[in-house]
C-alpha cells in the first residue's frame, strides 16, 4: 500500500497522505528487530515535507509529523536541524494545530527569508470543515540559533479559499521570491475549473497577499497540483540560485506535485511582467520524462543554501509494505538524501547529485578496476557492509553494432524495464549492479542499464527492478524506468547507488535519472547483504572503474545536554 487514501470531495478524488509516527529512537540493540530502519538518511520523518532552510549557519528541516500515535493525526510541523546535512538532531515540533484555523493539522508550506534576516513560515492549516487556510509563523526568539520556537501571527489566517477556489484545493505556498518592484511573491496549489494551477499571490511586507488576476501557470491535462517549487537555475554552471535572484543567465523551473511524481518545466521567466513560459514541454499527465525521480519520491522542497551556493533539494519517499507492517515497525516514510541540482549542460534537464558531505560516512573501499565483465558473469563486490552502502560503478561499451533495435523512441521507459526485466538477455544488457542480494540470489534488487538502437540514435535504458527484492509476497515489488540522455559509443554510463536497508537511491549518467525504491528483503539483512556486479547481456561490458564504501551511521538523536555546544 501506498498510503494514499482517497476521500471523494465534490465528485473528485484527493489523495492526503496517511502518515505514521516513529517512536522514539532505535537503539543499535533493536538493529536486528528493525532490519529495515535507516542508517544515514533522515527518519522520523512522515509524509511530504515542509520549507527547509539555512539560517545562520544551521540547516532547518521541517516536516510533517504526527507527534502523539503511530496513525495520521495531530498533523505538525516536526523540525530538525542539522550542521552538514547529515547528523541531526531532533527538537520539539516547531507548528502543532492549536487554533480554530489549524485545528485539523498544520499541513505543508514554506520557509522564506525577509529582508534584515527574518525567517517566516508559510504554512496551510486546515479548519474543523478541512477547508484550507494559508498562515503565517515567525521565530519567537530570533537570537536563538536553533529557532526552536515558533508563534503563529495573530492575523492569521492570511489568505482563505475564497471565489473560484475549492477549499479543499489550496494548499503548500512556496518560498516567497522578489520581484524588481520590491513585492514578495508566492505560487500555492490548487485545481482551477479542473486544471491543475500554480497561484501567484503578492505581498508588500510577508503578511498581507493579494492575488494576481492570472496564475503563474496551470495544464489542462492534469488535476490539482501540490507542492509547487519555483526557483531559477544557472545557465552557466553547477551553483545555485537565491528565489529573488534578478539577473541574466538563467532559467527557472516549475515544480509540481501530481499523480504520485514530482513533474517539472524548465522555462523562462519575466519578473517584470511575471510570464513564464515553459520551453522545452509542459505539464502532461502522461509524462514519462522530466521527473525529478522515476521510482518512490514525492513532494519534494528545494532550498537555496547560501553557504555553498547550491540548490539542495529534499524528498519524502514513503513506504511500500502495509500498514499493518508500519504499526510493527512504529515508524513510517523517509527523506531522500540531500541531492544538490542544477541545469545539465544541454539546458534541457535537470540534474542531481548527493550532497558532497555523504563522503563524511564513508568507511571502508573496495574498488576494482578494467575489468571486463563477460556476457552471463555475476561477480561478487565482497569486503564492505552491502546493507549500507555508497556504491560508484562506471561501465564502458564500445563497437555497439549488435545493439538490440526498438523501432521508436516513443517507449514508456518503466513498461519497457517492465517487459524487459532483469531477468530477460538482451545483448548490451540488463548489467548493473545487483543490491541487497542474498547469497543465492533468491532476493536481489536490480539496478541496470540496457542499449538500444533507435531509429534515430541509441537509447540507453536506466531500471531498477524489485520484483525480486523480498520473499515476502505483501510488499511493493514495482520495476521503475527512465531514458538517460548520453551518447554510449562516446560516453561512459555511470551508476550511483545508495543502499540503505530498505531504500535504493539511484542515480544514473551522473545524475541524469534517479530512481528511489524501497525494498523489503527477508534474507539479504544485515551482514547478509550482498553486493553484485552482473551482466546478464550476450555482449561484454568492461567495468571501467568500481568504488564502493560500508557507510557510517548518521547520528540522528534528541537534542540532549551533552549536545548544548551546538
Ligand atoms: C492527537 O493528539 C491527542 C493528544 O493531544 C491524542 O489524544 C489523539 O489520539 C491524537 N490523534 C491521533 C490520530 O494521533
Ligand atoms: C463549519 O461548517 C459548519 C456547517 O456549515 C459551519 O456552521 C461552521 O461555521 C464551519 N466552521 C468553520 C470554522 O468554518
Ligand atoms: C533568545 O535567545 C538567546 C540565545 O539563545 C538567549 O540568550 C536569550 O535569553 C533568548 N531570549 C529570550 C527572551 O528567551
Ligand atoms: C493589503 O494590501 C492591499 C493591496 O496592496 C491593500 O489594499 C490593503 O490596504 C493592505 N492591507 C493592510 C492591512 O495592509
Ligand atoms: C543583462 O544583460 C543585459 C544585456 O546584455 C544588460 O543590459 C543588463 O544590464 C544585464 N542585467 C543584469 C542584471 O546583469
Ligand atoms: C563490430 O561488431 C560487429 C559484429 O560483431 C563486427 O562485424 C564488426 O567488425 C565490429 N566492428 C569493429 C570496428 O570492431
Ligand atoms: C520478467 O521477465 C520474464 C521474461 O520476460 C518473465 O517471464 C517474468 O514474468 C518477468 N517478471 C516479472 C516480475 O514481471
Ligand atoms: C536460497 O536460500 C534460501 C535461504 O537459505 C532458501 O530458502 C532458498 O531455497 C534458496 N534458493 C535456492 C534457489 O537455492
Redesign the pocket.
Known amino acids: 500500500m501506498i498510503n494514499i487514501i482517497k476521500e471523494m470531495v465534490g465528485g473528485r478524488v484527493l489523495c492526503f497522505f496517511f502518515l505514521f509516527l516513529v517512536v522514539g529512537v532505535v537503539h543499535a540493540s533493536e538493529d536486528n528487530l528493525q532490519p529495515y530502519r535507516t542508517g544515514f538518511h533522515f527518519q522520523p520523518l512522515k509524509n511530504w515535507i515542509n520549507g527547509p532552510m539555512y539560517f545562520k549557519g544551521v540547516y532547518h528541516l521541517f516536516y510533517q509529523y504526527n507527534p502523539y500515535g503511530p496513525l495520521w493525526g495531530n498533523i505538525s510541523w516536526g523540525h530538525s536541524i542539522s550542521h552538514d546535512l547529515v547528523n541531526w538532531f531532533l527538537l520539539e515540533p516547531a507548528l502543532t494545530p492549536t487554533e480554530p484555523y489549524d485545528i485539523t493539522g498544520c499541513l505543508s508550506g514554506s520557509t522564506t527569508i525577509l529582508r534584515g534576516s527574518k525567517p517566516i513560515i508559510l504554512y496551510t492549516g486546515q479548519d474543523v470543515n478541512k477547508s484550507q487556510l494559508q498562515n503565517l509563523a515567525f521565530p519567537k526568539n530570533l537570537s536563538d540559533p536553533l529557532l526552536k520556537d515558533w508563534i503563529k501571527w495573530s492575523g492569521n489566517p492570511i489568505l482563505a479559499p475564497v471565489n473560484d477556489i475549492n477549499p479543499s484545493q489550496f494548499r503548500d505556498p512556496s518560498t516567497a521570491w522578489m520581484g524588481p518592484d520590491g513585492k514578495w511573491r508566492i505560487v500555492i496549489g490548487s485545481e482551477i475549473k479542473g486544471q491543475g494551477t500554480a497561484l501567484l499571490y503578492y505581498s508588500k511586507d510577508g503578511y498581507n497577499w493579494t492575488r494576481s488576476d492570472n496564475p503563474l501557470h496551470f495544464s489542462s491535462e492534469t488535476g490539482m497540483w501540490e507542492c509547487p517549487d519555483f526557483y531559477p537555475v544557472s545557465n552557466v554552471g553547477k551553483n545555485g540560485i537565491d528565489a529573488s535572484f534578478q539577473g541574466n543567465n538563467t532559467m527557472h523551473v516549475l515544480k509540481v506535485s501530481y499523480n504520485s511524481h514530482e513533474y517539472y518545466v524548465i522555462g523562462t521567466y519575466d519578473p517584470k511582467t511575471d510570464l513564464f513560459l515553459a520551453v522545452t514541454h509542459d505539464f502532461r499527465v502522461s509524462n514519462t520524462q522530466f521527473q525529478y525521480d522515476y521510482g518512490r519520491f514525492y513532494a519534494s522542497k528545494s532550498f537555496y543554501d547560501s553557504a555553498k551556493q547550491r540548490r539542495v533539494l529534499w524528498g519524502w519517499v514513503n513506504e511500500g509494505d502495509s500498514q499493518s507492517d508500519a504499526i510493527k515497525k512504529g515508524w513510517s516514510g523517509l527523506q531522500s538524501f540531500p541531492r544538490s541540482i542544477w541545469l545539465s549542460d544541454t539546458r534541457k534537464q535537470l540534474v542531481q547529485w548527493p550532497v558532497e558531505e555523504i563522503k563524511k560516512l564513508r568507511g571502508k573501499e573496495v574498488n576494482m578496476e578494467n575489468r571486463e565483465l563477460k556476457g552471463g558473469s555475476v561477480l561478487e563486490v565482497p569486503g564492505i557492509t552491502a546493507s549500507q552502502a555508497d556504491i560508484e560503478v562506471l561501465f564502458s561499451l ?2 555497439l ?2 545493439a538490440e533495435l526498438i523501432d521508436s523512441d516513443m517507449f514508456d521507459p518503466q513498461l519497457l524495464c517492465a517487459r524487459k526485466n532483469a531477468s530477460l538477455s538482451g545483448s548490451f544488457g540488463p548489467f548493473g549492479l545487483l543490491v541487497l542480494a542474498s547469497k543465492n540470489l533468491t532476493e536481489q534488487t536490480a539496478v541496470f542499464f540496457r542499449v538500444f538502437k533507435g531509429p534515430n540514435k541509441f537509447q540507453v535504458l536506466m531500471c531498477s527492478d524489485q520484483s525480486r527484492s523480498s520473499i515476502a509476497e505483501e510488499v511493493d515489488k514495482s520495476i521503475y524506468g527512465a531514458f538517460l540522455d548520453l551518447d554510449p559509443l562516446n560516453e561512459k554510463i555511470s551508476l550511483r547507488s545508495l543502499v540503505d536497508h530498505s531504500i535504493v537511491e539511484s542515480f544514473g549518467g551522473e545524475g541524469l535519472a534517479c530512481i528511489t525504491a524501497r525494498v523489503y528483503p527477508k534474507l539479504a539483512i544485515h551482514e547478509h547483504a550482498k553486493l553484485y556486479v552482473f551482466n546478464k547481456g550476450t555482449k561484454s561490458v568492461t567495468i571501467s572503474s568500481l568504488n564502493a564504501w560500508t557507510m557510517n551511521k548518521a547520528q540522528i538523536a534528541p537534542m540532549g545536554q551533552d549536545t548544548i555546544a551546538f
Do not use: V
Request: hydrophobic share 0%.
Open positions: 564500445t563497437n553494432s549488435d
